[in-house]
């Protein structure tokens, strides 16, 4: 398993490098890795965010779109809107989260 | 063994332009049928592709109003509903095979049909329907789900999906 230095971190990722450890992550790491993948944080970004870190310490796994936008109440265009073409892995990427594994 | 190395960032593709275009004909509309288009669609809007539905013929139920909630599954004829065939057409065989169908979708908290459409919808995708069948049918844009782009027909979504991927379900 690769490590990679993230904002003078060293932290554990997989070989798309997703970060496998959930306590490595901080809100500076998920800003470094948002500006990477050209993502500008703002307010709303960080309240998917949030709530994808808090859904898979509930739940084990990274929740789908449709799970962020019925559970998390977030909007499913503005989603798209927010991290585009690509939402679900996106979100995932910046949270520190293994992609989602779910269909739907 | 770990090794550090540069930051690994993962390619979303997003500075190849590859105009990945999907298009997705459903032409059934048996419960069991419905899922796949509507499964596959989602996940390629998710992926940044550009999606079409086109629904047709029996699949003309998945978008009217008075029938979309109501799809069945039937396993007449179907050997991989594993029971035997001559039981498959017995009164209330299919009602309890649609139950038992829906409480594993829902189990796995898949979208019924109408709710489907409208994440397909948020999420960028059209939804055709077909000219042809909703004359068959007598069935005006009012009838539709209302997230329907438009009701064309068949040179219409031929037209529109040039350079698509094509699936027929």
Known sequence: MPTTTINGHEVSVDDEGFM???DEWDDQIGTALATAIGVDMT???WQAIHFLRDDFKAQGVTPTIRRVSTVGGFDTKQ???LFPKKP???MAYIAGLPKPAGCV | MSTTQDMIVPSFGDEAETGRRLAIICSKGNLDMAYPGLILGNAALGEGVELHLFF???GFDMI???RMENLKFSPVGNTAAHMPMALT????VTKMATHMMQKSLDELEIPPVPEFLDLIKASGGHLWACRLSADMNHLAAEDLYDGIDGIINASDF???TEGAQLLFI
């Not at chain 2, 057409?89 to 209330?92: E, K, Q």
Request: proline residues 8%; glycine residues 8%; charged residues 25%.
């Open chain 2, 158 to 160: 031929i037209e529109k």
């Open chain 1, 79 to 81: 989603l798209f809107t």
């Open chain 2, 56 to 58: 047709t013929f029996w």
């Open chain 1, 88 to 90: 679900a892995k996106k």
């Open chain 2, 64 to 66: 009217t109003k008075g």
């Open chain 1, 43 to 45: 307010d709303a970004h």
């Open chain 2, 89 to 92: 057409p017995l009164p209330g």
């Open chain 1, 20 to 22: 496998t450890v959930y």
